[in-house]
């Protein structure tokens, strides 16, 4: 019998996600037997075992990349930082949770299990290179997350938000589960080394079945990154769910799809002519940076307006992706348009490094923006108004600058951050990213991206116009004070800050990423 | 004759075997069983639940807790059982997964118990 | 004096370990200026007084043992280009970096920067003390102690920095320093738009260092472009340089002063030639140098208050007057001169950059001199005079006198330093008046602050053997005998500029003297009877009128050294300054471009001249002040046109009202009718924004709620998008 070799390379790569499991069930006990009133610790037990496989993640990012557990999954650098990046916005979200969940007793050790939970279940999709350990990571996010959407589930939001969530994530789950049956059915194997050397024969006798278990795959993922169109459970679930666990969608389970879908699509391209995937990436870039944007124009509700914001920021970060796939055209070719590539500089042997690169750090600096921004709105809900129409209003924030000059001036640095302009960490993403996608020649997506993200300033100016320039309302609620959402707060703001002036050591270790398996 | 199919003669009959069971046992307790009917008995069973009525009835949610245990330590019987069979050939490394494997529903019995999902009546 | 030598040449720390210590001095104050800023207002005064003349005084400390490791022999810095001799500092990674071009985090300190160290943290520390006492019964004293610490790091940034873009962080945080500072009674309109006019006179400036920074990015991109056969310097072939410039770019970044020294010796074959690749393709090397270094000129303007932009340092003295002392006197002003004499390698380059800068500087020297005559204000005039002096130091950087220039900077920080706390002292003890026609006979009453004034007066207008005389007489001395080829004319025309301003100095400085100390008092004087100041001011006033004294030796020619098998004389600082300057002393004697003369002539003579302009022109001060005026009470007619002239500083302020900003602001005023309220605001933004929040508010529609019809969208999505891959399969 073939009994399979385990050393102790093989659990390198699922260590983190290893600390973020026990952790959880640390969580999970500490509830039924040590369950006082004050549970803050609850939430400390979660940022320390977050930080501690982020940790464990870091010291990983600088192994060489290779395969590990037979191929199923791999450690590169690319995942590791990935953990890292999710472990950082697992520790934000913990910190944020107690405060809000404090603020409406709700209070459970199963609340921050979950997002634990959820956590190794994106680092582990991130790092999976076979359909079915796949498939069952993006289930372990999944249900997580469903369950943190309806967390508090007293409320008609939440419910409703919950279960649209779960009715439509199974619906894209069942997707790109058939895509996968349909490759497994072209190639005769789930593991993406092995599927990706027998498609171009497959593609050669098969291309419509090829095609369809690409496109199956990719709105499966498209739906998990929010991309236009598979774009609309978005807005409402966002709304609904408890708004420290919409942060660490936003961030998190964004962060870990891209990643997923950037593995396996490099495996599943390879040998064969890329322009058809380039394309579709390249659409769904252009939607969802233009419809993302557009959508948020109109809203008044912050909390939907950022929804849709991140709808907008997946877009930029497919844009990335559709670089790494952009077809090398030779020079001279002068055709610019939305969905060809033109280099200028002749062809950059570097593309696919600064993309990783430029993925990276976007990814890091919209964690901590989003965690920050979120934060900011958790901070302002009040529970006695979670059934009013204008928990999320613009007008919640009116004049906050006179009443609490600290928040909004962390509000307004996270907001300067998302519209991408300079000196915060969104800056210097947008600037990487689209940075990568000009060196690759994708000159008329990047323009449409950057003429999108000038409409979506607008957007996020409008918060601080009514933080600076607008007096307060009568009634206007005061943050409640809890020192874990002002620890995680600062730590937000200071990261925003601190990382758009002084970006050099991450983005050097982030170079390393440029080794990703199998590319 | 080597048919391709060869290999699935013996499933064939273990289908037809148990079709066969299947369809033999309420006969033949038919045949054999002795019969006193009263009116409680001849009424239609269905799960403890008067069957005629709305169909949208609501069941009490303990049910799906019960109904949920009794899948996850299903599923776990179905993977002890290869292992077991298995146990010699994959030694110790068989060991410690399953170990992990039963470890880890252990603390999730803890965890019901003690969240007392267990008890029918609170 | 072997033992004495060997003493300060073994330093106590190791120079390594010194080197990577440098982070700490900045830090001090910074930590200083955060706690000040924050706490200050909780924590008291008596405490908050602590902290920050701590900060510096710790930071001071630090800069001694540095000083003392940078004087080891065995202290070496690490280039990618060898090991800088007599330096410390370290790399502490990365800053930012965007394709190519890369920034680190580097610290060096040499024995220019070193010196700039004693300079900053001590005046700065003796400043601080005296502020105790200033600023005794202001309110904002939390404020002001904390933007004092902020200045005192950014400037220890700007002279620490081993990069151009770190040496502009400090550049900028100065700036903002002075701002704030010159501004700090923000409350009186005045002072405010004297410290809007300082930011905005610098920012002009800043705009040239900015842009020649760019410039010189692209100018050593285009070098490690050039074929290895085009490249060589002396002392290696084409290869080695061209690898080992290629690594060093890659591990520093280009604008880092490694490899700005570098290019510097590898320009001299180059400047002849064109630029072959990057924007600048076609521009000769040598044009694009003296571009840039005509636009680091601008920039060095703005802060050191060269002409045209010198504007803004007499307004200055709005703030208070400590703030005048440490950053508009002793400091920050002098980081122009600092700048040029860190790039001197790029300056000695292109003769006529060093013709420009000679003239703009003697010029800058002779009309502050001569606006200085008849100003009233006792800071004014003291802030014409630092115009003067500065603009003697550029003169030097102009004629090749780097170390020259450089001294004047550290004596002049001493006199200058001293003479404006007298002025404050003089101001606090006889109710704020600033104008010396109503002051007067303060001598007898102040006598501590009479003598120290006396001291640094007759330092600045060099009387030998006090220190002004040394850097002042070295400069002078240089423009004499130093040639820029091609423009000879402008070095005789500056040396001349610069005796006549000699003259000047020591007639407006004498002339101040005589009005506050001498005579009685005046009939119109504020209060009848001056009071000393205390001691905590007093004593910094002491220990500078000492160290404008005992500074010159650093002008003592007592340095012998063999050069080409003769023994020269060079002076203390010159000497010391020798490993700072090394390159630069390579490059004039390879290029020629500076000729300097062949043997040294007697100093006496020139000692002798320098002494009797000085005493001459103090001289007729006291008669016209002390003898003519006050008997006659009005000048003769014929000077009255030229009086006014000066008074009204040449109408220089008004001209740019006219010229510059009356234009500018029609310019802005319509552009803003026309551009922006009808085209931008109206038909762009507003047009566009209309446009897009129509197209948003009708996709909004679509967002139903239903999580049916939501699905239906992802499945059409697909199943187009699948339709349309398999079109362009399927034949």
């Given amino acids: 019998m073939n009994i399979p070799h385990l050393t102790f390379q093989d659990l390198l790569p699922v260590a983190p996600a290893g600390v973020l499991v026990v952790g959880a069930i640390v969580l999970l006990l500490s509830e039924v037997f040590l369950s006082t009133a004050q549970r803050t610790y609850q939430a400390v037990i979660g940022t320390l075992t977050a930080l501690l496989a982020g940790a464990v993640a870091m010291n990983n990012a600088f192994e060489p990349a290779r395969a590990a557990l037979q191929g199923y999954v791999v450690l590169d650098p690319f995942s590791q930082w990935m953990t890292v990046l999710v472990c950082l916005g697992t520790a934000l979200a913990s910190l944020l949770s107690a405060g809000f969940l404090n603020h409406r007793n709700a209070e459970r050790g199963e609340f921050y299990a979950l997002i634990l939970f959820s956590a190794a279940g994106m680092s582990l999709l991130a790092m999976s290179a076979e359909f079915i350990t796949l498939f069952i990571n993006l289930e372990v996010l999944s249900i997580s997350t469903y369950a943190l959407t309806a967390f508090l589930r007293r409320g008609p939001r939440p419910a409703e938000a919950g279960f649209k969530y779960f009715i439509l994530g199974a619906f894209s789950a069942s997707l790109l589960l058939y895509g996968a049956a349909l490759l497994y059915g072209a190639t005769g194997s789930t593991r993406f080394l092995d599927v990706g050397l027998a498609l171009p024969q497959a593609f050669a006798q098969q291309p419509g079945l090829v095609y369809a278990g690409f496109g199956l795959v990719l709105a499966g993922f498209a739906f998990k990154v929010a991309a236009v169109p598979f774009h609309m459970w978005t807005p409402d679930v966002y709304e609904g769910a408890p708004t420290p666990v919409t942060a660490l969608m936003s961030a998190g389970v ?259 990423a440029g080794m990703v398996f199998g590319s | 004759m080597e048919s391709p199919l060869t290999p699935y003669v013996p499933v064939a009959i273990v289908l037809f075997l148990a079709g066969a069971m299947a369809a033999a046992i309420p006969f033949i307790a038919g045949l054999l069983g002795p019969r006193s009917p009263s009116a409680v008995k001849s009424e239609i069973f269905e799960g403890g639940n008067p069957p005629i009525g709305s169909a949208r009835q609501r069941f009490a949610v303990k049910f799906y807790v019960v109904a949920l245990l009794f899948i996850v330590f299903d599923v776990e019987a179905v993977f002890l059982y290869p292992w077991a069979v298995n146990f010699q050939q994959l030694g110790w490394f068989g060991y410690a997964t399953m170990a992990v494997f039963a470890a880890t529903l252990v603390v999730a019995l803890v965890y019901v118990w003690k969240k007392g999902a267990l008890s029918w009546e609170s | 004096m072997e033992k004495l030598q060997l003493f300060f040449q073994t330093s106590p720390v190791d120079p390594t370990a010194a080197g990577q210590a440098l982070w700490l001095i900045i830090a001090l104050p910074l930590l200083g200026a955060l706690v000040t800023g924050v706490f200050g207002k909780i924590i008291g005064r008596q405490n908050t007084h ?25 202290s070496a810095a690490g ?174 970044g280009a604008l880092s002063m490694p490899v700005l020294e570098e290019t510097a010796r590898i320009l001299p074959n180059l400047l002849t030639q064109d630029i072959a690749t990057g924007p600048l393709t076609g521009v000769g090397y040598g044009t694009a140098l003296t571009i840039i270094l005509v636009l680091f000129l601008l920039g060095a303007a703005g802060k050191s208050a060269q ?35 860190r790039l001197s390698y790029l300056v000695v380059l292109s003769p006529t950059a060093m013709a420009v800068i000679a003239l703009i500087g003697a010029s800058t020297a002779l009309v502050a001199a001569l606006i200085a005559f008849t100003q009233t204000g006792i800071k004014k005039v003291l802030a014409y005079s630092t115009v003067s002096q500065l603009g003697f130091m550029f003169l030097g950087i102009g004629v090749g006198a780097f170390w020259a220039a450089f001294l004047h900077v550290v004596t002049h920080a001493f006199f200058k330093a001293c003479l404006f706390l007298g002025a404050g002292s003089v101001m606090h003890g006889n109710g704020d008046e600033e104008d010396i026609t109503r002051l007067g006979g303060v001598r007898k009453e102040m006598p501590v602050t009479w003598a120290t004034f006396l001291i640094a007066t007759l330092a600045i207008t060099g009387i030998v053997p006090l220190s002004g005389f040394f850097s ?173 002239l000066s008074f009204n500083k040449f109408y220089v302020d008004e001209l740019y ?75």
């Fill in chain 1, 254 to 512: 964004k962060a870990a799809a891209v990643v997923a879908l950037v593995r396996t699509f490099l495996f599943l391209v390879k040998g064969l002519s890329p322009e058809v995937p380039f394309i579709a990436f390249s659409a769904l870039a252009l939607l969802s940076m233009v419809g993302g944007n557009l959508l948020a124009l109109p809203q008044r509700n912050v909390k939907r307006m950022l929804a849709y914001s991140s709808i907008a920021h997946a877009g930029y970060l497919l844009l990335g992706v559709a670089a790494l796939f952009a077809p090398a055209t030779a020079k001279g070719s002068d055709a610019v348009g939305l969905f060809t590539a033109t280099p200028l500089l002749g062809s950059m042997p570097n593309v696919a490094a600064s993309v990783y690169k430029g993925l990276l750090f976007y990814l890091l600096g919209y964690t901590v923006t989003a965690l920050g921004a979120f934060g900011t709105i958790a901070a302002l809900e009040r529970r006695e108004d979670e059934t009013r129409s204008n928990t999320w209003d613009l007008e919640r924030f009116a004049g906050l600058a006179q009443r609490k000059p600290g928040w909004a001036a962390a509000m307004a640095a996270f907001m300067l951050s998302l519209g991408g302009v300079p000196p915060t960490v969104g800056f210097l993403g947008k600037l990487y990213l689209f940075g990568a996608a000009v060196d690759a020649g994708l000159l008329g997506l990047a323009v449409a991206g950057v003429l999108a993200s000038v409409a979506g300033v607008y957007v996020y100016l409008r918060v601080v116009v009514y933080m600076y320039m607008r007096p307060a309302p009568a009634d206007a609620p005061a943050p409640f004070r809890h020192w874990t959402t002002e620890v995680a707060l600062i730590a937000s703001a200071v990261a925003v800050v601190a990382l758009g002036v002084l970006p050099g050591p991450v983005t050097e270790w982030f170079s390393r």
């Fill in chain 3, 50 to 74: 602590l902290v920050a003349v701590g900060a510096v005084g710790g930071s001071f400390l630090l800069s001694l043992l540095v000083f003392w490791a940078i004087n080891d022999f065995r």
């Fill in chain 3, 79 to 252: 280039s990618p280009f060898g090991p800088i001799a007599y330096a410390v500092g370290a790399d502490f990674g990365t800053w930012f970096s965007a394709g190519a071009f890369k920034v680190t985090f580097g610290l060096t300190a040499d024995h220019l920067s070193g010196s700039m160290l004693l300079v900053i943290t001590g005046v700065g520390f003796l400043i601080h003390l005296y502020s105790t006492g200033y600023m005794s019964h202001d309110a904002g004293y939390w404020r002001f102690f904390s933007y004092l610490n902020l200045f005192i790091a950014a400037m220890l940034t700007l002279v620490l920095a081993d990069s151009l873009p770190l040496l502009f962080v400090g550049w900028e945080g100065v700036g903002l320093c002075s701002y704030l500072l010159i501004g700090f009674w923000y409350d009186d309109a005045q002072k405010a738009f004297a410290g809007r006019k300082a930011f905005i006179t610098n920012r002009i400036g800043d705009f040239g260092f900015l842009i020649a920074a760019f410039l010189t990015v692209l100018v050593v991109e285009s070098i490690v472009q050039l074929p290895v056969t085009s490249l060589s310097r002396a002392g290696a072939d084409g290869a080695m340089v061209a690898s080992r410039y290629a690594q060093g770019v890659n591990a520093k």
């Fill in chain 3, 307 to 341: 002409i045209p932009l010198y504007v803004w340092l007499p307004d200055a003295m709005a703030g208070p007057t400590p703030v005048s002392a440490l950053i508009h006197a002793a400091t920050m002003v002098t980081s122009g001169v600092y700048l040029f004499c």
């Fill in chain 3, 472 to 644: 002042k007489d070295a400069i002078l001395h240089a423009a004499h005998v130093n040639g820029i080829a091609g423009f000879e004319w402008a070095g005789h025309a500056a040396y001349w500029l610069g005796v006549v301003t000699a003259a000047g100095t020591s007639f407006y400085m004498m002339r101040l003297y005589f009005l506050t100390f001498e005579g009685p008092r005046a009939k119109d004087a504020k209060v009848p009877h001056a009071h000393e100041s205390s001691p905590v001011m007093t004593g910094p006033l002491v220990v500078l009128a000492v160290l404008s004294v005992v500074a010159l030796v650093h002008g003592l020619p007592i340095m012998h050294v063999q050069r080409g098998g003769v023994t020269a004389t060079q002076a203390l600082m010159e000497n010391f300054l020798d490993p700072v300057f090394r390159t630069t002393h390579d490059l004039v004697a390879q290029k020629q471009f500076l000729v300097l003369p062949k043997e040294e002539h007697g100093l006496l003579g020139a000692y002798v001249q320098a002494w009797l302009i000085a005493v001459v022109a103090g001289a007729l001060a006291y008669w016209v002040y002390r003898r003519y005026l006050p008997v006659v009470k009005k000048l003769p007619a014929a000077l009255e046109p030229l009086r006014k």
């Fill in chain 3, 657 to 731: 009202t006219a010229l510059l900003v009356r234009p500018l602001t029609f310019v802005a005023r319509a552009a803003h009718r026309l551009v922006d309220a009808v085209l931008i605001d109206g038909v762009m933004v507003r047009g566009t924004a209309w446009v897009t929040k129509q197209t948003g508010a009708v996709l909004r529609y679509l967002q139903t709620g239903d999580a049916q019809m939501y699905a239906a969208v992802m499945a059409v999505a697909l199943a187009g998008g699948l339709v349309w891959a398999l079109l362009r399969v399927m034949p």
